[in-house]
């Protein structure tokens, strides 16, 4: 046996793939599932009605193609009420499931042949909205499907097992608000062969260890087992799982310890992106309020991630606002400020600004770093209520990640002004050295 686990390193990247186009055939077949029903119709605990069973069989009599390879899924479509019959044990009735789910072609999720309504809001197969994630080994995006491909083959005609630890995951594009949902594709019930199209290629054991320990080249293993080579029939129960969440945080994660400072504005785009899809709001506004190494908060930040909201929109000088506002309480008492309306506080230079650009709704909460508070996470909305107290479980996921980036920019900001103070200035009383850093 060969266990292979370098094909889920951790530095591999996700990227959208044009469409759901799969480089092995796969055949629609019902044949597999069909056996498997009427071996559950014919023991004693199969619980499936005699009537049911007598509809099923004159079907398959009368229309003897159900049990061929099916090429044209059109074919299915005046035996519906067949369908939903053979499948009901593991399709809930669409008007009682919201579960998203769907019996399809392998590795196709798009090609159903019955899904509830939920899983068929979800896959719009006749647009681009519905999006299969690819991985990236070294800058070559792949179809992870083919990951497990190979290892259905090499596990059937070659006795090996190749570990596949990557879910096949997708992004669906809400054309409406512009937001992703990431789901997981979970398959089970896999009723479903390999037949192989030509005679099996010998793969010598060492060749075939030389390739798995390698990152996985799709041209390498098309040479060796060309997917023109096998045909995948039959049948898969496809699931959809939730992961926005997870995989926006995870996102977000790289977007932020991998920002080029060369492209600043653009890596300020896919952050804000990503938190607006983690908190399903296409309005969402993000700022970060840093705090320097003596205590102050940056007011002259230009950088657009590390920009305060609020400083942003405020066309006066901060002397006139700052004191007794909601920065100065959070720097003093370190807890966290939900304001669901704007409109219910009293008044205050720094309230009238943010509602005047369009903002209602605040949560500023501070983030720390080895117990020393170095900035303000800042989401606001113009929806009132939008973000509440439930928010700060998906922001508490996001602290850590923001207070490695946020050190990593406070520590470059602080070089910077050393530099200055060295080159522009000389030795300096430390008495007065706050006012010589003031004005480098």
């Given at each position: 046996m060969i266990a292979h686990d370098s094909i889920s390193p951790s530095n591999v990247k996700t990227h959208l793939l044009s469409s759901w186009e799969f480089s092995f055939p796969v055949q629609l077949h019902l044949k597999m599932y069909i056996e498997h029903w009427r071996a559950?119709?014919?023991?004693?605990?199969?619980?499936?009605?005699?009537?049911?069973?007598?509809?099923?069989?004159?079907?398959?009599?009368?229309?003897?193609?159900?049990?061929?390879?099916?090429?044209?899924?059109?074919?299915l479509k005046p035996h519906q009420e067949f369908i939903d019959l053979l499948f009901a044990p593991v399709i809930p009735h669409s008007g009682f499931s919201r579960l998203l789910t769907g019996v399809t072609k392998l590795f196709i999720p798009t090609q159903a042949i019955i899904a509830t309504k939920a899983y068929r809001d979800c896959v719009q197969s006749t647009t681009d909205e519905f999006l299969l994630m690819g991985l990236s080994f070294s800058g070559n995006p792949i179809d992870v499907r083919l990951l497990y491909a190979y290892k259905f083959i090499l596990k059937k005609f070659y006795n090996y097992d190749f570990n596949v630890e990557h879910p096949i995951t997708t992004a669906l594009v809400d054309h409406q608000t512009g937001l992703t949902r990431y789901f997981k594709l979970w398959g089970q019930g896999q009723y479903f062969d390999i037949l192989p199209l030509a005679p099996?290629?010998?793969?010598?054991?060492?060749k075939l260890q030389a390739?798995?320990?390698?990152?996985?080249?799709?041209?390498?293993?098309?040479k060796v087992l060309p997917p023109s080579n096998f045909v995948f029939s039959g049948?898969?129960?496809?699931?959809?799982?939730?992961?926005t969440t997870e995989h926006a945080v995870t996102r977000l994660e790289h977007h932020l310890l991998n920002i080029s400072h060369?492209?600043?504005?653009?890596?300020?785009?896919?952050?804000?992106?990503?938190?607006?899809?983690?908190?399903?709001?296409?309005?969402?506004?993000?700022?970060i309020a840093t705090l320097q190494n003596d205590g102050e908060f940056n007011f002259i930040s230009r950088n657009p991630l590390w920009n305060s909201l609020l400083i942003s929109?405020?066309?006066?000088?901060?002397a006139t606002w700052y004191p007794?506002?909601?920065?100065?309480e959070i720097k003093s008492s370190g807890q966290t400020i939900i304001i669901e309306d704007l409109q219910k506080q009293k008044k205050h230079p720094s309230f009238d600004a943010l509602m005047q650009a369009g903002y209602n709704n605040l949560i500023l909460t501070p983030v720390h770093y080895k117990d020393r508070m170095i900035g303000v996470l800042e989401l606001s909305t113009p929806v009132t209520g939008g973000i509440n107290g439930l928010a700060l479980f998906k922001i508490n996921q996001l602290k850590p990640i923001f207070a490695i980036a946020m050190t990593r920019l406070v520590e470059e900001f602080e070089t910077k002004v050393e530099k200055i103070i060295l080159q522009q200035f000389t030795s300096i009383h430390p008495a007065v050295q706050w006012r010589f850093r003031e004005v480098a």
């Open positions: 559950v119709a014919a023991s004693s605990d199969g619980n499936i009605a005699e009537e049911t069973q007598s509809r099923i069989e004159h079907e398959l009599r009368e229309f003897p193609f159900l049990l061929e390879p099916i090429e044209d899924l059109d074919l099996l290629p010998d793969i010598d054991p060492h390739m798995l320990e390698q990152n996985f080249d799709t041209t390498v293993w098309a049948i898969i129960q496809t699931s959809l799982i939730d992961v060369l492209d600043e504005w653009r890596g300020f785009s896919l952050v804000r992106e990503e938190i607006r899809n983690l908190f399903r709001l296409k309005d969402l506004k993000l700022g929109e405020l066309a006066i000088d901060h007794a506002s909601i920065y100065e």
